[in-house]
């Protein structure tokens, strides 16, 4: 029994140390938490077609075109398996595109007029991939990281957020039918 605790000790802690970025507890930890969020959040947003729990939730009243939350779920559970890779590369990219996806949940709320304080929870996963970049490369490339993916997210922010005066101005992604859907679904939910 002793044997079989020891022996799955050190296989835990030879998936831990697999390559010498991983032998940061804190950049493991870091990790362990972006990939546990992000599995759930992938599942919501699969299945957000039928349930309707994201848009509901974040009262997206068709700001965002109809397949952006399954494709962002598709992505998140992607993201979450591949943050324990052996590759460096391959956690690096993982965390640029957990960067770059919350600042992208930043500026959401931000345009589409939410309480400020909705920004900070997507922000403290731009924390963390700033700082699991950080561990693995170092501060400047972790900030210089950040910096790019908030340039990117902005840019697709601009791109496929709908707000309501651009919904005005027939700018949107959306279709004819995904904006009267939408504004079908507000109603209902007004009633």
């Known amino acids: 029994f002793l044997f079989e605790i020891e022996s799955n000790h050190h296989h835990c802690h030879d998936l831990m140390t697999s390559n010498t970025a991983t032998t940061n507890p804190i950049d493991f930890a870091l990790r362990v938490c972006e990939s546990i969020a992000f599995s759930l959040h992938a599942i919501l947003g699969i299945t957000d077609p039928w349930t309707g729990c994201v848009r509901s939730a974040f009262h997206d009243n068709g700001a965002m075109p109809r397949w952006f939350w399954p494709a962002a779920g598709v992505l998140l559970a992607v993201v979450a398996a591949a943050n324990f890779s052996k590759s460096d590369e391959v956690v690096l990219a993982a965390q640029a595109y957990i960067a770059a996806f919350h600042f992208g ?78 504004s079908a679904s507000q109603v209902e939910g007004s009633n």
């Open 105 to 182: 949940a930043m500026f959401y709320h931000t345009r589409l007029g939410h309480h400020p304080a909705s920004a900070c929870a997507p922000f403290v996963f731009v924390i963390f991939a700033v700082a699991v970049t950080s561990i693995r490369t170092n501060i400047g490339v972790g900030l210089i990281g950040a910096m790019i993916c908030a340039g990117i997210a902005h840019l697709l922010s601009r791109i496929l957020i709908n707000t309501p005066s651009r919904s005005a101005e027939g700018g949107s992604l959306l279709s004819d039918n995904e904006r009267a859907a939408a």
